[in-house]
């Protein structure tokens, strides 16, 4: 089983930047991508940037984030990041780590490889 551990999650201003780590541990021999999505109060958990296979950097993001969002990771640190920059109120969400069980970019599915998500709140 993989465990994620989230943090970094904070309030910060319109235009502000963000880097959100994710430490990976445990079982992660069949872990073949990584993933964040995100959520707000009321609406299903959404993908918002797929990272596959994760050793290689091949990248998906979803067209509300693309081009502001960036998904890497470091595999000496084995640790998951996003980079958010540029954040707008409507990012205002909580913010999980995955390894998602299919991997299939921004339709990747997540069964228990969930971190236990980050709030980050987007003042204007």
């Known amino acids: 089983q993989v465990h994620l551990v989230e943090s970094g999650g904070e309030s910060v201003q319109t235009g502000g930047s963000l880097r959100l780590p994710c430490v990976v541990s445990?079982?992660?021999?069949?872990?073949?991508?990584m993933a964040w999505f995100r959520q707000t109060s009321g609406t299903p958990r959404e993908a918002v940037a797929i990272l596959s296979p994760r050793t290689s950097g091949a990248t998906y993001y979803a067209d509300s984030v693309k081009g502001r969002f960036t998904i890497s990771q470091d595999a000496a640190k084995k640790t998951l990041y996003l980079q958010m920059n540029n954040l707008t109120p409507e990012d205002t969400a909580i913010y999980y780590c995955?390894?998602?069980?299919?991997?299939?970019?921004?339709?990747?599915?997540?069964?228990?490889?969930w971190g236990q998500g980050t709030q980050v709140t987007v003042s204007s």
């Open positions: 995955a390894a998602p069980n299919i991997c299939n970019g921004l339709l990747s599915r997540v069964s228990k490889g």
């Open positions: 445990g079982d992660t021999d069949n872990t073949y991508c």
